[in-house]
């Protein structure tokens, strides 16, 4: 599991829809959507996320590897994904970087908590 930041409610939406939510990877530079795209923002963990997301944003868990589905980026201080995947859903705390599983979530400091997914 590594981690990504993204804009909270529209995530949540994603999530919450009958189709898997995907974090998008590297783009070739023919790809008709996206062309050149390095591949999304990652970090290896929920903590070193969390310091990199603005109000209305959160950290979200991506099922891929890290520096085997990722390589550093030239564009800031985290990785970028190279291969399409799978956003396992948020996390909870920024202490911790557990992932919410039902039940009351603890929202970090100036975030509100997820709603249940």
Not at 15 to 25: A, D, I, R, T, V
């Amino acid at each position: 599991m590594i981690y990504t930041i993204g804009h909270r409610d529209s995530y949540l939406k994603c999530l919450s829809g009958p189709e898997p939510c995907m974090k998008l990877g590297r783009r070739g530079p023919d790809d008709p959507r996206n062309p050149g795209y390095p591949g999304g923002s990652v970090w290896e963990t929920a903590a070193d996320a969390w310091p990199h997301c603005p109000e209305g944003y959160w950290v979200f868990g991506v099922e891929a590897g890290w520096r085997t589905d990722t390589e550093p980026s030239r564009d800031g201080p985290w990785d970028d994904l190279l291969v399409d995947s799978r956003i396992a859903g948020p996390v909870t705390e920024r202490r911790g970087g557990q992932l919410a599983a039902g039940g009351r979530d603890a929202g970090p400091e100036g975030f509100d908590s997820p709603p249940r997914l």
